[in-house]
C-alpha cells in the first residue's frame, strides 16, 4: 500500500494521480495499479508519467469503473500498486521524435526527460492535457487539435521515433516511415489480468508469433507488429 | 502443533494451496514475488501434445466479482514443456502438476504417454519429473476438444480410461461445472481409477459489445471465473466430496483464507487459486501465511479436523 499524494483532473476525464515512495521504472513500462475495493477485481495497468525523487505519477483516463474507482480516491488514501512491469522503450542515440496521440502522450514523458533533444508531437482529438510538462522538458514540442498529428511528422528526419497513441494513428506513421531508415518503436494496449507474463490474456500476433504485451512488450519495433491484430480492441 | 500437510494420492504437499493451470504460467513469472517452496503445489499451463496458439481478439474481460477468459489454451505443447519448463519447476519443493488438454483421444493419450515415459526416464536417472497429472476434460475454451469431453460421462469415461491405461502417474480428472451432472462424473473418474478429482473449471457464459452489436469474444463464448462462481463450485465440490472417496480438490473463485477453511468444510482435500493470483500478485504467499495464522488462533492442528464436516 502507498499513500496519495494528489489525484487531480486535468480535464473532466483525465486525472495525474501522484503516489508516495521511491520507485523505479523506465519509459514506456508501467505499474499495475488497485484501488483495493472488492471490485472490479484486477488492477489496471498504468504507464509511468513521471518519476520524482520520493514520488510516481501516473496520467489516467476514466474509461470504465476500474479507472472510475481510482479517479474518487484523495489525497492521503492508499493504493495498491505493483511493477515497474513491461520491457519500455529502448536506450538509443541519435535524432529522436516522440509522437503522441491522446493518453498516449503518457509515456513517452519520461521519454522527454531522458532525451531534452527529441522533438515532441502531442495529437489530441478535442482538447489538450499534460502539455506543459512537456514544454518543460522538451527542446521542440508541437501540439495539434483535431486532425491527425502524424501529418507534422518527417520520419526521414529522425533515426528513430517512439510512439504511443489510437491504433489508426500508429498505423498511420508505420506507413509514413515506409522507405525512410527511421526506426519506429510503438507502445500497444491490451486488456490484462496478470502483468506479468502468466495468464497470456494479454497476448498479440506479431510477424515473430505470439507476444505477451505485459512482458515482451508494450513496446515493439513496428516492423513486428500485424496491425489488423490491435485493432478493435 | 500446527501441520498444513496433505496427500493428495500419494503426492505429500507441505500445504493444500495449489496454483490453478492457466494462471501461473509455469511458476517462473510468480517466483520473484513469491518463493514457489512456500506452495503446495504448482498446475502448470494447460499443455496439449502440439504447440497451440490459443485464441485471437480479446482474451480477458473482467466482469462482476469475475474474470471472463478465452485464451484458447495457448501453450508451447508437451515436448517444449518437458525439455524446457520442467528441470526449473522440478528444483523447487513444491508438487509440479502437468494439465493436459487435447482436441480428441489420441492426442490425450500421447501427450500422457510423453510425459509417463519422461517422468520413468528421469527416475531412473534419480531425477524428479512430474508428480501429477490433471486431465483436463473441461475447457470451454477452444472450439474442438477440451469442453466436449467434460460435458458428458459416457464421452470423458473413454478418455479416462485410455489415459489411465498409459500412466502410472497419479492421476486428477478436472471437472466442468458445465457437465451434464457432475457428481456422475465424479463417480465414472474414481471407477475408471482416477487417483483425484478437481473441481471446478470455468463456466461457459458471455458478454456482448454492444456498441459493436458482437460478443466481445471472437469464440462468441469465454470462461466465467472469481469470487462471482465460488458458492456454485463450492456446492458442487460439497456434492461431490459425499459421491467419492477419492480426494477432491477445490478450485472457484477462492480469495481468502475463509474461502479455504469453507471448501475445506465442504470436503476438499486441498484448493487451486485461479482468479487471484491476478487480483493480488503475491496471492500464494499472502494465503499460505494466512491459512496458518488461522489455524493457530482456531486451535486447529490438522485440516482433517474440519474436512468435510458439512
Redesign the interface.
Known sequence: MAMIISNEALTPQIYVMKVQGDYNGKMGQFYMLRSGMSYPLLPRPISIYDIGEHDISFLYRVVGEGTQQLSKLLPGQEILLEGPFGNGFPQVEGSLSLIGGGMGTAPLLLAAKRYPHAHVYLGFAEQSFGVEAFQAVAASVQVKIGGSIVELVNPAHYKYMFSCGPTPMLQALALQTVGTSSRLYISTERHMACGIGACLGCTIRTRTGNRRVCKEGPVFPVEEVEFDDLHGM | MISMACNIAGVSMKNPIIMAS????FGR??KE?VAPTLLGGIVG?GLTLHPK??N???????T????L?S?GL?NPGVVAFLKEELDEMTRWDTAVIANIGGANLEEYVQAVALITENAQKRRTMNRRGVDMLELNISCPNVKQGGMQFGVQTEMARDVVRQVRNVTTLPLVVKLSPNAENITEMAVMCEKEGADGVSLINTFSAMKIDIR?RRSVFENTYAGLS??AIKPIALRMVHQVAQAVSIPVIGIGGISSVEDIIEFTMAGAAAIQIG?Y???Q?RAGAELVEGLEEWMQREKVNSLDEIRGII
Open positions: 492457466g494462471t501461473y504460467g513469472e510468480y514475488y499451463k496458439d490459443g485471437q481478439g480479446v482474451r480477458i474481460n473482467e462482476a466479482s469475475g474474470l477468459n485464451v495457448e459493436r472469481g469470487p482468479t493470483n491476478f487480483v500478485l
